[in-house]
């Protein structure tokens, strides 16, 4: 079954709204959760690492005052694009690790839209 | 800075036909590689993962992997292609075994063709 859920699985929001993607690990505590974003027919992008109680840490040319991550508790992740742009129209998914050997496990993804 | 080259961006193969995805792999120490699956407009799906032992890799769906330490491979096979094996598929490195992300090679879409 499905360990990492991601809520909506699409979404359109017009220029200068805010989106809030959330992530959730689904019967198990996940203290890290990693976001990527996934332009059309290219790779994943790893965005920033969130931490449950911590700030997140941003990969270098992210903007975090753009892209928003709250990790308030050890099932849940949010990721907010604030004042979104037709540019931040994407692919997001959300990651966490589980297991011994730390396995990645990956939520279904979110296609925002921005009109 | 640990990578992952995937030279192909398309691979065509016949439906019945062996198929082969390359990989390529950089990094410091041990590596411990992955492969994924995506089909449009879903989330990433485990195939297989090397972390120690036999090189040769038995995954989900018939797919395996063999790992090459001197070659610096993880190539992707599959004895005989199917028409739903068609789609993106990303090999993936973690340089050491921890609370680190994943880094993905850009991705191979894979056509099997009826």
């Known amino acids: 079954g499905a360990v990492v859920s991601q809520h909506p699985s699409r979404v359109i929001c017009k220029s200068g709204t805010s989106v809030k993607i959330e992530c959730r690990s689904l019967?198990?505590?996940?203290?890290?959760m990693f976001w990527y974003r996934q332009f059309p027919k290219q790779s994943l992008m790893l965005m920033a690492t969130?931490?449950?109680?911590?700030?997140?840490?941003?990969e270098q040319g992210v903007e975090k005052d753009k892209f928003l991550i709250n990790h308030a508790s050890l099932t849940l992740s949010t990721l907010t694009v604030t004042s979104a742009h037709p540019e931040d129209s994407s692919f997001y998914i959300c990651?966490?690790?589980?297991?011994?050997?730390?396995?990645?496990?990956f939520g279904p993804g979110t296609r925002l839209t921005v009109t | 800075a640990q990578s992952v080259a995937q030279p192909e961006d398309q691979v065509n193969v016949a439906e019945g036909n062996p198929l082969t995805v390359k990989c390529t792999y950089s990094?410091?120490?041990?590596?411990?590689l992955f492969w994924y699956v995506q089909y449009p407009n879903r989330g990433l799906q485990f195939l297989l993962k090397?972390?120690?032992?036999?090189?040769l890799v038995k995954g989900s769906y018939g797919f395996e992997a063999e790992f090459n330490k001197s070659q610096t491979s993880f190539h992707l096979k599959k004895p005989s292609a199917l028409v739903s094996d068609s789609a993106l598929y990303f090999c993936?490195?973690?340089?050491?075994?921890?609370?680190?992300?994943?880094?993905f090679g850009k991705g191979t879409r894979l056509s099997v063709i009826a």
């Open positions: 969130s931490n449950e109680g911590s700030k997140a840490t941003y």
């Open positions: 990651s966490t690790l589980r297991g011994p050997d730390y396995e990645q496990y």
């Open positions: 990094v410091s120490g041990n590596p411990y």
């Open positions: 993936a490195v973690r340089p050491y075994s921890g609370n680190t992300p994943l880094v």
């Open positions: 019967d198990f505590q996940a203290t890290t």
């Open positions: 090397y972390i120690t032992g036999d090189n």
